[in-house]
């Protein structure tokens, strides 16, 4: 059973960072895609970046790029995004996901963690 439990997050001012983290288990991810979406209130859940488990490579979103990274750690089976020079709108409950390499729909998810901007 696919578990993908997300920490960090919290609250900070416009311009500060952030950093949330995604521990996976429960499989080999190997083959797989991890990703991280956000829903931000009263708006539908939006993609933010993602990265390949085997070579690391990456994919954002235009409103995102820039100032977020993503990462991952095989050893520790876990996913990173760093969040720098925040804004207001990015303001959101951030979630994170999986899928195996070549599928298009993200089956696993995450609980979300809570990150707030302030002006």
């Known amino acids: 059973q696919v578990q993908l439990v997300e920490s960090g997050g919290g609250s900070v001012q416009a311009g500060g960072s952030l950093r949330v983290s995604c521990a996976a288990s429960?499989?080999?991810?190997?083959?797989?895609?991890m990703g991280w979406f956000r829903r931000a209130p009263g708006k539908e859940r939006e993609f933010v970046a993602r990265i390949s488990w085997s070579d690391g490579s990456t994919y954002y979103a235009d409103s995102v790029k820039g100032r977020f990274t993503i990462s991952r750690d095989t050893a520790k089976n876990t996913v990173y995004l760093q969040m720098n020079s925040l804004k207001p709108e990015d303001t959101a409950v951030y979630y994170c996901?999986?899928?195996?390499?070549?599928?298009?729909?993200?089956?696993?998810w995450g609980q979300g963690t809570q990150a707030t901007v302030s002006s």
């Open positions: 996901a999986a899928k195996p390499g070549g599928a298009i729909q993200w089956p696993y």
């Open positions: 429960g499989r080999t991810f190997s083959s797989y895609t």
